[in-house]
C-alpha cells in the first residue's frame, strides 16, 4: 500500500503536466488558465463553506441520537475536495467532481469500508475515598533509608 501511495505521489505530477499541455492545445492557453483559476477559487469556496457547516451538521446529527460518522466523513470528503480544487491540474480537478458528488461518494464508502476494521475500546475507572484520621497503606517497595520527605516548608526552587 505504502508502494502505491509513493508511486502516485511520484506519477501525479507527470500525469497532471501532461494533461495540461493536452488540454492547452485542444482549448488553448487562455482558457486552460481560466480554467485553473476558477477551480482554486471554487475550492476557496467550498472550503470555507464546509468550514462554517462543518459543526452544524455534527450538532445537528447528534441532536437526533446518532453518532455524526455519516456527516463527518462527508465533510471531510468536501473539504478533499476543496484542497484538491486548489491544486493546479486536471487529474486533481477530477476526483475533486468525484468526492463532491454524492452517490460516487457513496460508492467510494462502501469501497473503503470492506477494507476496514472498527474496533472499540471501554475503559473504566473506580475510585475509593477515605474520610477521617486514617493513612493509607504504603508500599513497603517504595519506602527506603534512601528516601527524604520533604514538607513545602522544607522545600524552595533555586
Do not use: C
Amino acid at each position: 500500500m505504502g508502494r502505491l501511495f509513493f508511486l502516485l505521489f511520484l506519477l501525479a505530477p507527470l500525469i497532471e503536466i501532461t494533461l495540461f499541455v493536452v488540454i492547452g492545445r485542444e482549448i488553448g492557453v487562455l482558457a486552460t488558465l481560466l480554467w485553473v483559476l476558477a477551480s482554486a477559487v471554487l475550492g476557496i469556496l467550498i472550503i470555507r463553506w464546509k468550514g462554517f457547516s462543518l459543526a452544524g451538521d455534527i450538532r445537528a446529527t447528534m441532536g437526533q441520537g446518532k453518532l455524526p460518522a455519516r456527516a463527518l466523513a462527508d465533510a471531510m470528503a468536501t473539504f478533499i475536495a476543496g484542497i484538491l480544487l486548489l491544486i493546479p491540474g486536471f487529474l486533481s480537478d477530477a476526483i475533486a467532481l468525484i468526492l463532491l458528488i454524492g452517490p460516487l461518494r457513496t460508492l467510494i464508502y462502501g469501497l473503503l469500508a470492506r477494507r476496514m476494521t472498527v474496533t472499540t475500546t471501554t475503559t473504566s475507572a473506580h475510585y475509593r475515598y477515605r474520610s477521617g484520621p486514617e493513612t493509607p497503606p504504603q508500599d513497603p517497595a517504595r519506602l527506603n533509608d534512601n528516601t527524604i520527605d520533604l514538607d513545602e516548608d522544607d522545600w524552595r526552587k533555586r
